[in-house]
């Protein structure tokens, strides 16, 4: 799996490496029950405080993508063959509510927010969903 964080970005390096494990894990670039690199590890290959790193992996704890404990350290909880349920903390009903919302209230067409979702949602099941408004 090859991460890519764009120091740049508005978007915190935290939420970043926890995104881009949650599309790899969609994607299917990460199974369930393989292990992650290290805090340490993957601080170091950043040149970030692995305290960044923790926060991320704590997100994706919760959210029930990872376990960890000290003996196998981080290891991915569940896939698309190994599905999980949603985390209590974790409603995406009212983040895609928000998101839409966000992009209606700037003028973006129904239409071609469907078409978006129907794209991501392509690339990591290669199904088209053939959504439509």
Known sequence: MEIVLEPQSRTPIYQQLRDRIVEAIA???LRYGEALQSVRGLAVAFGINPATV????????????????????????CDPDHPVQSS????????VRMLFAEEIAKGVPLQSLLDECDAVATSFTGADRGLQA
């Open 88 to 95: 209590p903390s974790f409603d995406w009903h009212d983040r």
């Open 27 to 29: 994607g299917g670039g």
């Open 54 to 77: 923790v926060k991320a992996y704590d997100s994706l704890r919760e959210d029930g993508f990872l376990t960890t404990n000290a003996k196998s350290g981080s290891v991915v909880a």
